[in-house]
């Protein structure tokens, strides 16, 4: 009797707990344009940002990434805390993920002279091996059901390896091919675009068209942010780092300030339920 009354009690402890925790929502937002216009820019700015920080501080190219590699790992320790899709918390995760990403792809090519033709097919194993281990863990890859730690942590892996194998492809397209920053841009875009006409003319699989596109649009942002920023002598407009990271810096800013207050990332499911807790 004192055992089942131990028993009763703690399944009643047990449930009052579960009803009091908070419930956990999907922690990505709703793809909607607002979602890949911030995620263009968070790319251009992860180049840009990566060759500021690489040329003006000092601290070289090991200790820039050390540095942006802990405050990366600090806003993914409060994006795993929060139970819902946090606009600030989420998209700064992704603008130092785009940096963290340029860097890792940066120094296996500078400081350890790794061919790009190498590090893009590494990055690209890498996602797809990220990309194996989620589907036969989860059953799927949709960003629409990212609501456990277990997916979070596959999806953020995903994001980093999408970044630096854009970042890898896009430099091996624009300089080692020497195809040029403004025409490389072109030619991605033109990519995106024909993904998005066999998405919406011909039916393809949304979550594999939805992950070529984001892969796609990390070279696309690398290449406009390397051509605004780069000397002319180099094939660039000449606006420099700083003056081009500054100026997307502060649309990426605006534009979430403005889906903090609008909430027009989430979908209405969501908001009801929102609204009911």
């Known amino acids: 009797m004192t055992s089942e009354i131990s028993d009763t009690s703690s399944a009643t402890g047990a449930t009052a707990l ?25 790319t251009t700015v992860g180049e840009t940002a990566a060759d500021l920080l690489n040329e003006k501080p000092g601290l070289g190219l090991t200790g820039v990434s050390l540095l942006m590699g802990t405050l990366l790992a600090v806003v993914l320790v409060v994006q795993f805390r929060t139970n819902a899709y946090r606009a600030g918390v989420y998209w700064t995760a992704v603008a130092l993920v785009s940096i963290v990403g340029t860097l890792v792809s940066d120094n296996l090519t500078d400081n350890f002279g790794v061919p790009l033709e190498t590090s893009t097919t590494v990055f690209a194993l890498c996602l797809a091996v990220v990309f194996v281990f989620w589907f036969r863990s989860e059953r799927t890859l949709s960003i629409h059901s990212v609501d456990t730690p277990r997916r979070e942590c596959f999806y953020w892996l995903a994001v980093l390896f999408t970044f630096a194998l854009g970042t890898a492809a896009g430099d091996l397209i624009a300089e080692r091919m020497a195809v040029g920053y403004w025409l490389s841009a072109v030619l991605f875009a033109l990519a995106i675009a024909a993904v998005a006409v066999v998405r919406f003319a011909c039916g393809m699989n949304a979550v594999w068209s939805f992950w070529i596109a984001y892969v796609l ?3 696309l942002g690398a290449s406009a942010g390397d051509y605004l920023s780069q000397p002319t002598g180099d094939g660039g407009l000449g606006l420099g780092t700083v003056v081009t990271s500054a100026l997307f810096l502060s649309v990426i800013l605006a534009l979430v300030v403005f889906l903090v207050v609008t909430r027009k990332d989430i979908t209405e499911q969501e908001r009801r339920a929102h609204r009911a807790v």
Do not use: G, S
């Open 217 to 219: 649009t990390r070279p």
């Open 18 to 42: 579960a009803a009091h925790r908070p419930p956990r929502w999907n922690k990505v937002p709703e793809v909607t344009v607002y979602f890949w216009v911030i995620k263009v820019l968070c």
